[in-house]
Nanobody, 122 residues
Framework: QVLLVESGGGSVQSGGSLRLSCAAS????????MAWFRQAPGKEREAVAR???????SYADSMKGRFAISRDNYLRILYLQMNSLKPEDTAMYYC????????????????WGQGTQVTVSS
């Protein structure tokens, strides 16, 4: 059974940083495409960043240069380093995985974590 557990969320002031983690278990982690999504109250879920099996990454335009996704295949952990945080980054952040298909597409993610809340105050 695939299990994804996020941690690292919290409350920070504008301009601050946070690092989110997602611990994975129950599958061959290195063979999965991994991603971070977020959803703010009253808004649709949006893709934040993706990292493929080969380490290639992609980002939503508003996160480029501020966020960095990475993965540790040995520890089976996905990370999201978030810098220069803005109030509009406030959302629940979710870790997701998919087994097939083009990694850098927003669609097709099969497994999801429960989320970790990030709140950025001005």
């Amino acid at each position: 059974q695939v299990l994804l557990v996020e941690s690292g969320g919290g409350s920070v002031q504008s301009g601050g940083s946070l690092r989110l983690s997602c611990a994975a278990s129950g599958y061959t982690y290195s063979s999965y495409c991994m991603a971070w999504f977020r959803q703010a109250p009253g808004k649709e879920r949006e893709a934040v960043a993706r990292v493929d099996r080969d380490g290639s990454t992609s980002y939503a335009d508003s996160m480029k240069g501020r966020f960095a996704i990475s993965r540790d295949n040995y520890l089976r952990i996905l990370y999201l380093q978030m810098n220069s945080l803005k109030p509009e980054d406030t959302a629940m952040y979710y870790c997701a995985a998919k087994t097939s298909g083009f990694c850098h597409s927003k669609a097709g993610f099969d497994y999801w974590g429960q989320g970790t809340q990030v709140t950025v105050s001005s």
